[in-house]
């Protein structure tokens, strides 16, 4: 069964513009983990946050982290058409030490 | 460094023959993975290995057989194929354990008709 599940399931914006991503999941964690996906390619680590965490930044990524909502949002500023991608979150529940992942939100960068 | 490496990238096959889905790396990571992603279902896991010698199963592990002899190596094996199986197929791999930074490999596209 699916842990997390991202919110919205896509996206479309304008080169520049601000996207966010949401990731809600059910039970408690240990860590929250962001992937990037371009189409056909494999899956890259972006940002990992750890349940002690509230806020993380790398570059333009910006990740905020709401235990008590369990929940999470994945912020890229300034975007650019490289950021054009699937984004899928993964949580890691206390009671399984197995990642589970969400479904993911497709992003489109429009020039 | 080349990291993950999967083969074949695409394979077409026909239903009850057997395949074998090679993953590689060369990272030096205790832990392996198997997953098969499916179109709105996200990743599910269907083997894992968290060092030489040792294997588990994941969510989905049915049809499936792994092994790990070695460190670099976790081979994907399907005994007999059946259309559900049809998926992309992605090795991972993780330096610090099953809920560490997953590394990808690009994939392996099998088609079973």
């Known amino acids: 069964s699916q842990q997390g599940e991202e919110d919205p399931q896509a996206l479309s914006i304008q080169e520049g513009e601000n996207a966010t991503m949401n990731c809600s999941y059910k039970?408690?964690?240990?860590?929250l983990q962001w992937y990037r996906q371009n189409s056909g390619r494999g899956l890259v680590h972006l940002i990992l946050?750890?349940?002690n965490e509230r806020e993380k930044h790398s570059g333009r990524l910006r990740v905020t982290l709401d235990t008590s909502k369990k929940s999470s949002s994945l912020l890229i500023t300034a975007s650019r058409a490289a950021d054009t991608a699937s984004y899928f979150c993964?949580?890691?529940?206390?009671?399984?030490?197995?990642?589970?992942w969400g479904a993911g939100t497709k992003l489109i960068i429009k020039p | 460094i080349a990291g993950i490496t999967q083969a074949p990238t695409s394979q077409i096959l026909a239903a009850g023959r057997r395949m074998t889905l090679r993953c590689t790396q060369d990272?030096?990571?205790?832990?392996m993975y198997w997953y098969r992603q499916d179109l709105g279902l996200g990743l599910r896991l269907i083997h894992y290995s968290n060092t030489a010698g040792t294997t588990g199963k994941g969510e989905v592990p049915d049809g499936y057989s792994v092994s790990r002899a070695n460190t670099d190596d976790f081979p994907l094996t399907l005994a007999s194929a059946v259309p559900s199986q049809t998926s992309v197929y992605f090795c991972?791999?993780?330096?610090?354990?099953?809920?560490?930074?997953?590394?990808f490999g690009e994939g392996s596209r099998l088609t079973v008709l």
């Open positions: 991972a791999s993780s330096e610090t354990g099953p809920t560490g930074e997953l590394f």
């Open positions: 993964a949580t890691d529940p206390d009671s399984n030490y197995q990642l589970i």
């Open positions: 039970t408690s964690i240990n860590n």
């Open positions: 990272m030096r990571h205790n832990a």
């Open positions: 946050i750890r349940s």
